[in-house]
């Protein structure tokens, strides 16, 4: 259920909290805190969506997160993500175990959509559902193996092994990234030309789709399962696959993105406005606007902000409609005589996405007239960073800067420019 407390009683519980949560930090920094850095490298900067990190290792890119004292990552619990997603997908199973084996081969058989192999989030849903379902193995590095399997019908993978769900056996007959011949990640086409393949050579053995996205598994939904009647379950609660529940779309996970989109520019506000960065997060500000525990938390030595997840079924879907709402404790606006217009620049890593496109910007777009923020909107093409960098080539016109990286690697093509 989505959180609709009154202001004051959320107010009151983030209150009660602060000094005992991981997430109301003391150790969040004041953002107007002294820094060596000058000029537009002494700017508030928010990475959004893709955490600056090694996209082989997963290990975080310290360097990035800590470029100047006003610099943080704003994104959504991966791991809480995952297991949700995975444990959304198992308790469909139990509920429906009479029915689920369309073939009756004594096999549950599903396929997986994978994101970008090179992504924290997609690596985490690939575990999150085999972790699940019982059908992770662990890699050469020590922890779950999250590589596609290809096809895997005979279940002689070494990516994944047989697993199960109660007394019923479940399988991975396939797994593919879902990347175009451009070298595009997440792209629904491709997932819906491979649900197209798989279903023409193993079809009666699919009795659930799954997907690391929406985009992606609500193209396999109109290309394939809708019509045969197949369990498909995605991730990020965009309004179509919402409303897709109603038609037979079995469930997604809402990444709170109108919390995401709230923080990403909050922090800069904050910045800007040299207060703590706690104010209107678990600290209501002037206009009463504050967070809860339940919204988010907080790693301050990752400083990094983490959005939680929320499970969305046909039990509790009609309450996600609109994934462009914003989320009513942070939706109050700021007095301009106060908090003065700031311009801030704001790049999306391809205009292709359909969460980026669908969800998350059009709630940015709301909070910036909220926050009295003057953003300048820009859209890159998926696939090379220049392709957006070429396009911040003015940093010292704005005051602030949030950034969607192409790859998580690169997150010195953005910092470099920032001098
Ligand atoms: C979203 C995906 C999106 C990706 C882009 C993920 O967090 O869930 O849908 O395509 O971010 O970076």
Same mark, same amino acid.
């Given at each position: 259920?989505?959180?609709?407390?009154?202001?004051?009683?959320?107010?009151?519980?983030? $209150?009660?909290?602060?000094?005992?949560?991981?997430?109301?930090?003391?150790?969040?920094?004041?953002?107007?805190?002294?820094?060596?850095?000058?000029?537009?490298?002494?700017?508030?900067?928010?990475?959004?969506?893709?955490?600056?990190?090694?996209?082989?290792? =997963?290990?975080?890119?310290?360097?990035?997160?800590?470029?100047?004292?006003?610099?943080?990552?704003?994104?959504?619990?991966?791991?809480?993500?995952?297991?949700?997603?995975?444990?959304?997908?198992?308790?469909?199973?139990?509920?429906?175990?009479?029915?689920?084996?369309?073939?009756?081969? =004594?096999?549950?058989?599903?396929?997986?959509?994978?994101?970008?192999? =090179?992504?924290?989030?997609?690596?985490?849903?690939?575990?999150?559902?085999?972790?699940?379902?019982?059908?992770?193995?662990?890699?050469?590095? =020590?922890? +779950?193996?999250?590589?596609?399997?290809?096809?895997?019908?005979?279940?002689?993978?070494?990516?994944?092994?047989?697993?199960?769900?109660?007394?019923?056996?479940?399988?991975?007959?396939?797994?593919?990234?879902?990347?175009?011949?451009?070298?595009?990640?997440?792209?629904?086409?491709?997932?819906?030309?491979?649900?197209?393949?798989?279903?023409?050579?193993?079809?009666?053995?699919?009795?659930?789709?799954?997907?690391?996205?929406?985009?992606?598994?609500?193209?396999? $939904?109109?290309?394939?399962?809708?019509?045969?009647?197949?369990?498909?379950?995605?991730?990020?609660?965009?309004?179509?696959?919402?409303?897709?529940?109603?038609?037979?779309?079995?469930?997604?996970?809402?990444?709170?993105?109108?919390?995401? +989109?709230?923080?990403?520019?909050?922090?800069?506000?904050?910045?800007?406005?040299?207060?703590?960065?706690?104010?209107?997060?678990?600290?209501?500000?002037?206009?009463?606007?504050?967070?809860?525990? +339940?919204?988010?938390?907080?790693?301050?030595?990752?400083?990094?902000?983490?959005?939680?997840?929320?499970?969305?079924?046909?039990?509790?879907?009609?309450?996600?409609?609109?994934?462009?709402?914003?989320?009513?404790?942070?939706?109050?606006?700021?007095?301009?005589?106060?908090?003065?217009?700031?311009?801030?620049?704001?790049?999306?890593?391809?205009?292709?996405?359909?969460?980026?496109?669908?969800?998350?910007?059009?709630?940015?777009?709301?909070?910036?007239?909220?926050?009295?923020?003057?953003?300048?909107?820009?859209?890159?093409?998926?696939?090379?960073?220049?392709?957006?960098?070429?396009?911040?080539?003015?940093?010292?016109?704005?005051? +602030?800067?949030?950034?969607?990286?192409?790859?998580?690697?690169?997150?010195?093509?953005?910092?470099?420019?920032?001098?």
């Amino acid at each position: 259920m989505k959180k609709l407390l009154p202001l004051v009683t959320a107010a009151a519980v983030a $209150f009660s909290l602060v000094g005992c949560s991981s997430s109301s930090s003391a150790a969040a920094s004041t953002a107007a805190a002294s820094s060596a850095a000058t000029g537009n490298a002494a700017k508030p900067l928010c990475w959004f969506n893709r955490q600056p990190s090694n996209s082989s290792t =997963g290990e975080l890119d310290k360097t990035a997160l800590n470029f100047n004292d006003s610099t943080y990552y704003v994104g959504f619990d991966a791991t809480q993500g995952a297991e949700l997603q995975g444990q959304m997908i198992a308790d469909y199973i139990t509920k429906n175990a009479a029915t689920i084996d369309r073939n009756g081969d =004594g096999v549950i058989g599903y396929v997986l959509a994978i994101g970008d192999i =090179g992504h924290n989030d997609s690596i985490a849903r690939t575990r999150g559902v085999r972790g699940a379902l019982g059908t992770a193995v662990t890699g050469s590095d =020590g922890k +779950a193996d999250y590589q596609p399997v290809g096809t895997n019908t005979d279940g002689s993978s070494k990516d994944v092994q047989d697993g199960k769900v109660g007394s019923l056996k479940v399988r991975e007959l396939a797994s593919q990234e879902m990347k175009n011949s451009a070298g595009a990640t997440w792209d629904a086409a491709t997932a819906g030309n491979a649900v197209g393949s798989w279903s023409s050579s193993f079809g009666d053995q699919i009795d659930i789709v799954i997907s690391n996205n929406d985009g992606m598994g609500m193209a396999m $939904f109109n290309a394939w399962s809708q019509a045969n009647k197949v369990p498909t379950f995605g991730y990020d609660a965009n309004s179509d696959a919402v409303a897709a529940i109603a038609n037979g779309y079995s469930g997604t996970i809402s990444q709170h993105a109108d919390v995401q +989109a709230y923080l990403t520019l909050r922090v800069l506000r904050n910045s800007l406005d040299g207060v703590d960065i706690m104010t209107g997060i678990s600290k209501a500000d002037d206009a009463g606007n504050v967070l809860t525990d +339940a919204d988010y938390k907080y790693v301050a030595d990752e400083r990094s902000f983490y959005a939680l997840n929320l499970a969305v079924t046909a039990d509790n879907y009609k309450d996600f409609t609109d994934s462009t709402v914003t989320y009513k404790p942070v939706s109050t606006q700021l007095d301009s005589s106060k908090h003065a217009t700031k311009k801030v620049w704001l790049d999306t890593y391809n205009s292709a996405d359909n969460f980026l496109g669908s969800t998350y910007v059009p709630l940015l777009q709301k909070y910036d007239k909220l926050l009295n923020l003057s953003v300048e909107y820009i859209a890159g093409d998926g696939q090379t960073e220049s392709n957006i960098t070429n396009r911040l080539g003015n940093p010292s016109e704005y005051d +602030a800067y949030a950034i969607n990286m192409v790859k998580t690697d690169n997150a010195a093509s953005y910092t470099a420019l920032l001098k």
